[in-house]
């Protein structure tokens, strides 16, 4: 009841500021997004014995935008919950309301402008920076970014960010599963029907440099990322390819390089149906070389992308996993149906495989077990349906079919277990309703 009415009193709040003011835009919205999930192998193989997991997650988001003339500001707060998590009669929420967004945006000019507080990065199509809008708790970063706008056809990002754990009156340890600093530059660019990204990122890990256990001398270790992204939308033929590079050293100090392509054409040859082809390769580590002084660190890491939007909606790769490992090869061909502009259908087949080798040493022996570089494949299938204006109704199937060598890097202390060969599937039904409460139009 209590974070209820924190949020009735800030959308009051800002209802009430917005009747006095005539010069700027002012936007209060709201979003309810409840999922049912079945899980019979998600994100790894279902092993022998297990029963599947079901329930029902949810997302409530209440969000308010200002714009005048001279700075721009805007507020995300949610709470995120799973139906049951709590007593009926509880008298604080599992998750509490949290604040997804907050910042505030100077407008200098109109040219530069810098933006400040905690929001989302969306660039591209979300593989290096994305908000992981599928969680129902979703990505944002606390950052300083100056954005340089020339024209409506090009842009640059200058991104800075340091986290700390809290006030403090001397350097204490970041233990979280973040980054301690980054910084970043995007540029992004319209050339009629072409567009042309260019990205880089310093990334910085914190890591103890004291062999001293006892005693905790934190320092930073920055890998660099650096690529770009083509696109090209000719009508009946789209199409997208991206190369990145990354360099520089990981958490634990050994030297990376390590690389990305990607690419996909789709047809648009006949109304509301579309079908393609595309790839992906992620390089990875060999796995006798990992850890083997003086070998180099090759295994790619889409760092802060929404990686459930890639490789398979099953999320066995790079959704909390994968990283720092054998890396992959994704082919798949996506195909979209639109029914009566009503109901879209997509199915889209992938066939994974391993950038590098696997391999597994027996620890009596010595002995290296390889295995083949076949990882399996997973059929996707997804409806969506907008049933009224601000409701829409989406539900999803997926199946892997998964090889021995799935079943060694999931289980890696149970190689020979199988549960590859047990039934590994994944439904969902999701609703979300996004209502605006209210908007006003500057007054001419």
């Known amino acids: 009841m209590k974070n209820f009415l924190h949020l009735l009193f800030a959308c009051s709040a800002l209802t009430v500021f917005s009747i006095t003011s005539n010069a700027q835009t002012i936007k209060i919205s709201a979003e309810v997004r409840p999922r049912f999930e079945y899980r019979h192998g998600y994100k790894t193989l279902f092993p022998d014995g297990a029963s ?9 988001r209440l969000t308010g935008f200002f714009a005048g003339k001279t700075f721009k500001a805007y507020v995300s707060i949610q709470n995120v919950r799973v139906w049951g998590d709590v007593n009926q009669l509880n008298i ?19 040219v530069f402008s810098l933006k400040l507080g905690r929001q989302e990065i969306i660039y591209d199509d979300h593989r290096i920076f994305g908000n992981v809008g599928w969680t129902q708790q979703a990505r944002s970063h606390d950052v300083a970014m100056l954005k340089i706008t020339p024209n409506e056809n090009h842009f640059i990002d200058v991104s800075l960010a340091y986290n700390a754990t809290k006030e403090s009156l001397y350097r204490e340890m970041y233990d979280l599963k973040n980054y301690k ?40 270790s920055y890998s660099q990322t650096f690529g770009g992204r083509y ?25 990376l390089s390590a690389y990305y392509l990607g690419g996909d054409v789709s047809l648009h040859v006949i109304k509301n149906f579309s079908f393609g082809f595309g ?22 890491s889409p760092f802060y992308g929404t990686n459930h939007k890639f490789n398979g909606l099953m999320d066995y790769f790079y959704v909390g996993n994968h990283f720092g490992n054998v890396g992959l090869v994704d082919l798949y061909v996506p195909l979209k ?3 009566v502009n009503k109901f879209t259908l997509t199915f889209t087949p992938h066939t994974f495989s391993s950038a590098a080798t696997y391999s597994i040493k027996d620890p009596v022996s010595g002995i290296w077990t390889d295995y083949s570089k076949g990882l399996g494949t997973e059929l996707d299938f997804t409806i969506a349906w907008p049933v009224v204006k601000g409701v829409i109704l989406a539900a999803g199937y997926s199946q892997m079919f998964a090889t021995s060598t799935m079943q060694a890097l999931k289980y890696p202390d149970n190689p020979s277990g199988e549960f590859n060969t047990n039934t590994n599937n994944w439904g969902w039904i999701m609703v979300t309703f996004k209502p605006t409460l209210y908007s006003k139009e500057p007054t001419k």
């Not at 599947?52 to 409530?60: C, D, F, G, L, N």
């Not at 604080?92 to 000019?109: C, P, R, S, Y």
């Not at 992004?188 to 062999?211: A, C, Q, R, V």
């Open 337 to 339: 149906l639109k029914i």
């Open 52 to 60: 599947p997991a079901s329930y029902i997650s949810q997302r409530t």
């Open 92 to 110: 604080a929420d599992k998750n509490g309301v949290m604040i997804h967004e907050a910042w505030g945006q100077i407008l200098f000019n109109d």
């Open 231 to 255: 696109t090209l939308n000719g009508g009946t033929v789209k199409l997208n390819a991206a190369a990145y590079y990354q360099g520089g050293k990981n958490k634990a100090r050994t030297s």
């Open 181 to 220: 600093a980054f910084q970043t530059v995007y540029y992004h660019g319209k050339f009629g029907k072409s567009g042309l990204s260019i990205l880089f990122l310093n990334n910085g890990l914190p890591y103890d440099s004291d062999p001293d256990t006892t005693v905790y001398k934190e320092k930073i």
């Open 279 to 300: 790839f992906e390769v992620l390089s990875g580590t060999n796995s006798k070389d990992k850890g083997v002084s003086g070998e180099k660190d090759r295994s790619f």
